[in-house]
Nanobody
Framework: QVQLVESGGGLVQAGGSLRLSCAAS????????MGWYRQAPGKQREFVAT?????VTAYADSVKDRFTISSTNYRVNLQMNNLKPEDTAVYYC???????????WGQGTQVTVSS
């Protein structure tokens, strides 16, 4: 089993920045990728960013050039700059051993951006 614990959410004004962090513990060997998803009220959970064990990154178009994902020793960070009200959501850390494998999820952390 893998446990994911997020931290760093909060309330920020539009244009501000926040940094989310997620620490993985448990059976973390062979973990191919870690990333972030988010879910706004009344909407489905959506992809935000991911990073592989080889440091290959991918971003949703809506956050490209504003968010930066990084990872070190089974900890994944999401630096969020120039935040917008539409970024308001619960952000979930994810981890996956290989493409198509079950995704492990964290408990989520709230990010609220005021206009």
């Amino acid at each position: 089993q893998v446990q994911l614990v997020e931290s760093g959410g909060g309330l920020v004004q539009a244009g501000g920045s926040l940094r989310l962090s997620c620490a993985a513990s448990g059976t973390t060997s062979s973990m191919n990728s870690m990333g972030w998803y988010r879910q706004a009220p009344g909407k489905q959970r959506e992809f935000v960013a991911t990073i592989t064990s080889g440091s290959v990154t991918a971003y949703a178009d809506s956050v490209k050039d504003r968010f930066t994902i990084s990872s070190t020793n089974y900890r994944v960070n999401l630096q969020m700059n120039n935040l917008k009200p539409e970024d308001t959501a619960v952000y979930y850390c994810s981890a996956q051993r290989w493409i198509g494998a079950p995704i492990y999820w964290g408990q989520g952390t709230q990010v609220t951006v005021s206009s």
